[in-house]
């Protein structure tokens, strides 16, 4: 397999994966959406909490799970050490030699929002989830997903361009 043959299946990895996991992160817009209007009928049940905290974790997982590889194939390391989730998003946000920014900074800030979210729910195992602590985020998710579509939209045109050129007029 030829370097050419490497790049060419690296970015369609990495436009594979964006659409794997963008789809993902839809469908999970979409179930929270539907928790979010039940709780305005009526206080959702403690399984209704647990499944909507569930369901922003997995939103969040989705995401940077593309972030992993966009870190791995084209900046070419992840961070590391114990904060490496939060220097992962920040590094979305800058730009590298080798790409533009993943994301705005103000999208970012709203998925660090997020991330602290995960983080909480991943570790305060002794801790009784409070739909009113979580209910702004959970609806707020519509507008987060909205401005993430746009960015990878936008960085999966970059991705896709950079496929175009190394593909040339012979592939």
């Known amino acids: 397999m030829t370097a050419e043959d490497r790049l060419h299946q690296a970015l369609q990895g990495i436009l594979g994966k964006l659409d794997l996991d963008l789809a993902a992160a839809s469908r999970l817009t979409a179930d929270l959406q539907d928790i979010v209007a039940a709780a305005h009928a009526q206080p959702p049940t403690r399984g209704e909490v647990a499944l909507a905290a569930l369901t922003l974790d997995h939103y969040y997982t989705s995401l940077e799970s593309s972030f992993e590889e966009i870190a791995r194939v084209i900046d070419g390391a992840l961070p590391g050490g114990a904060d490496w989730h939060r220097a992962l998003l920040a590094q979305m946000a800058g730009e590298d030699p080798a790409r533009p920014a993943v994301l705005r900074s103000s999208t970012a800030g709203l998925l660090r929002e997020l991330l602290k979210f995960r983080h909480f729910v991943r570790h305060a195992y002794a801790v009784e989830l ?11 998710l519509v507008a987060v997903h909205a401005a993430v579509v746009a960015d990878l939209d936008t960085f999966r045109a970059f991705v896709a ?7 040339g007029p012979e592939r």
């Open 130 to 140: 409070d739909w009113s602590q979580m209910a702004g985020l959970a609806a707020g």
């Open 161 to 167: 361009s950079c496929l175009a050129a190394a593909t």
